[in-house]
């Protein structure tokens, strides 16, 4: 009596079992949900003139990205906010980038050359005129002596000429000086200098700055000496930058 019982309720727990299992071994249907904590900014559209602040972004690097002066894009954001620090900016916020309609940018020549600390005399060409728009064809002199040890690349930006501590660092090309410091990673003792509302030309790794922001220097003027400030190595890296955007200078250089 006790056998007969005990048959049916064994293969009824055997049966349950086996639901079970199927059950389980079942593909889903439908994935997982996944909760997106992002807040939706990075789907937001950027205005016209606008950039939208990404992670490791400094208010230096991204008026060099976009070929303005870093003041310039202070003096704009400011205008429209007055409490706009350009020490203190998060992730999503959007600057400023391009020079609202009457504001005054970076002008070349407004202000006497700062003085050339080096031994021989440079002769200064035609003075430049402000706010020109220079030809493709920009023509540039070396701003340093030396071997090109790295070319330009899209990694690299620049040219990488090799040298000694001290050894003099040369503008360019005539322009204006809207940069000169330190707050861009991996550049160390870094000059900008904007040579028209096209072209800019970087200068870094410098052991010394000579010259200082809102500074109008001449072709071939001394304007740093050479060094190895945030590098593995002493030499000068040199960018040209058109319209904010890197380009090769070499084809430029005489």
Same mark, same amino acid.
């Given at each position: 009596m006790q056998s007969t019982l005990f048959k049916p309720f064994f293969v009824a727990l055997i049966s349950a079992s086996l639901m079970l299992m199927v059950g389980c071994s079942t593909p889903r249907t439908k994935p997982?949900?996944?909760?997106?904590? &992002?807040?939706?900014?990075?789907?937001?559209? %950027?205005?016209?003139?606008?950039y939208r602040v990404k992670k490791g972004d400094t208010l230096a690097r991204i008026a060099l990205d976009n070929g303005q002066a870093p003041r310039d894009?202070?003096?704009?954001?400011?205008? /429209?906010?007055?409490? @706009?620090?350009?020490?203190?900016?998060?992730?999503?916020?959007?600057? #400023? /980038?391009?020079?609202?309609?009457?504001?005054? &940018?970076a002008r070349i020549g407004d202000k006497k050359p700062a003085a050339d600390?080096?031994?021989? =005399?440079?002769?200064? =060409?035609?003075?430049?005129?402000?706010?020109?728009?220079?030809?493709?064809?920009?023509? #540039?002199s070396w701003p340093a002596k030396g071997k090109? +040890? %790295?070319? @330009?690349?899209?990694?690299?930006?620049? +040219?990488?000429?090799?040298?000694?501590?001290?050894?003099?660092?040369?503008?360019? &090309?005539d322009g204006k000086v809207v940069y000169a410091g330190n707050? #861009?990673?991996?550049?160390?003792?870094?000059?900008?200098?904007?040579?028209?509302?096209?072209?800019?030309?970087a200068y870094a790794h410098n052991s010394k700055l000579l010259v200082k922001e809102g500074d109008a220097v001449r072709k071939g003027q001394r304007i740093a000496e050479m060094g190895d400030t945030d590098a593995n190595a002493i030499k000068l890296h040199f960018e040209l930058r058109v319209n904010g955007k890197p380009v090769n200078p070499t084809p430029y250089l005489q």
């Open positions: 997982a949900s996944v909760t997106d904590r &992002s807040g939706g900014s990075s789907s937001e559209p %950027t205005p016209p003139g606008y894009v202070t003096q704009w954001n400011k205008a /429209i906010n007055p409490n @706009f620090n350009p020490n203190v900016i998060e992730v999503g916020d959007l600057i #400023l /980038i391009k020079a609202p309609a009457g504001s005054k &940018s600390k080096s031994d021989s =005399p440079v002769t200064s =060409p035609e003075p430049a005129k402000a706010e020109v728009v220079a030809e493709p064809g920009i023509r #540039l090109v +040890i %790295t070319e @330009f690349s899209e990694t690299n930006k620049g +040219i990488d000429i090799a040298g000694k501590v001290g050894e003099p660092v040369l503008a360019a &090309s707050s #861009l990673r991996g550049y160390g003792n870094l000059v900008i200098v904007k040579h028209d509302n096209t072209y800019l030309t």
